[in-house]
């Protein structure tokens, strides 16, 4: 069977075509995702490499804070604290992506497992809850920072920040759940003979769309705040290094915190737009597939949505090539590993 002709109609609409499997005594055959081996083998190809890499190399960015914060904790100003947590946390929860849910991905894709019931929404809820998470996360990140950038700095304590982390995780665990369990096996039929079975979201589930509710409350509206408050901050780390250089201050020790501080703030800003940007791919096109319902071949809608994952899943691997780039006793300790 040509899977790149295959085109695919929701079963609600395809009463002709029981019609006339009934009439002449043909039996549909059922067919696990023809998207084509080619396209699933260059996806994963991709994908191998981001996950193992994005997986250690978190991995030792995680450990290596913990060992850090561990032995120096009492000679940790605030700002210096609060910045290990931050990214302490989002190294978790790429660690955890390349884990949990990139495995997942990487199965869906090539066995058929997780295309019904339980399993189906077990999938995309890992798939979902570690990219909110994330998101969550640089929201707290990016509002701590904003205030402690201005003309009178607010910086938070260590407790109210760990507290902050906490419900930002807690967050995206519970309200992942609602989005996730209108998953379920939706049976679309591929032509008149052939039929298979996708995991999509079943618009029945709740008496309302879900996807045009959580998505902008989830993705949409904080990627806009994140994305302002980093331009602001952008801004103002540019005007603070200017007058550096204008006002010519020699004396180091007055210096080396608001070094540290500019340093920290442009880590997180980079972190922010490198976690920001790859989402919008996976969003628009989730966004696109759901309100406008575009008339695609099956091979090319089961691959849309795995090449906008795997897109957004490569901040797991960015991120690592931000800290070993920007963090020097990270180099050091990488060696010395």
């Known amino acids: 069977m040509d899977s790149n002709s295959a085109t695919w109609f929701p079963v609600s ?8 499997l009934n009439n002449h005594t043909i039996y549909p055959i059922y067919v696990f995702t023809p998207a084509g081996m080619t396209a699933k083998s260059v996806l994963f190809l991709i994908l191998l490499p981001v996950g193992g890499v994005g997986f250690f190399g978190n991995y030792l960015v995680f450990f290596f804070l913990c060992r850090k914060t561990t032995r120096t904790t009492f000679k940790m100003r605030p700002f210096t604290r609060n910045l290990s947590l931050y990214i302490r946390s989002l190294s978790l929860s790429d660690l955890l992506t390349c884990l949990v849910s990139l495995p997942l991905l990487c199965v869906e894709m090539f066995f058929d497992v997780f295309q019904s019931g339980w399993p189906c929404k077990m999938v995309r809820y890992f798939h979902l809850v570690f990219h909110a ?5 640089l929201v707290v990140i990016s509002v701590e920072n904003y ?12 407790a109210t920040v760990r507290r902050m982390i906490i419900s930002a995780w807690v967050l995206g665990i519970v309200v992942m759940v609602v989005p996730a369990s209108a998953y379920d096996g939706i ?8 039929f298979t079975v996708f995991c999509r979201n079943d618009q029945n ?8 509710i959580i998505f902008p409350i989830q993705y949409i509206l904080p990627s806009i705040l994140v994305i302002y408050i980093n331009i602001c ?19 180091a ?3 080396k915190l608001p070094a540290t501080r500019i340093k920290g703030t442009l ?8 976690c920001t940007i790859p989402y919008l791919f996976f969003v628009t096109n989730a966004w696109l597939t759901e309100m406008a319902k575009p008339q695609r071949a099956f091979a090319t809608d089961f691959i849309t949505p795995y090449a906008a994952g795997a897109i957004a899943y490569c901040r797991s691997l960015i991120n690592f090539i931000f800290y070993f780039v920007q963090m020097k006793d990270f180099r050091k300790f990488i060696k010395r590993v």
Request: proline residues 4%; aromatic residues 10%; without cysteine.
């Open 133 to 137: 998470i994330t998101m969550n996360n």
């Open 253 to 255: 020790s007055k210096t």
């Open 147 to 158: 205030l402690s950038t201005r003309a009178f700095p607010r910086t938070f304590s260590t």
């Open 187 to 194: 049976k679309v039929d591929l032509n008149q003979t052939h």
């Open 233 to 251: 901050l952008i801004r103002t780390v540019w005007a603070r290094k200017k007058r550096k250089v204008h006002n010519g201050v020699s004396n």
């Open 267 to 274: 880590l997180l800003i980079i972190v922010t737009f490198a």
């Open 205 to 212: 589930v709740y008496p309302f769309k879900i996807t045009p």
């Open 13 to 20: 609409n395809s009463g002709k075509n029981s019609s006339y």
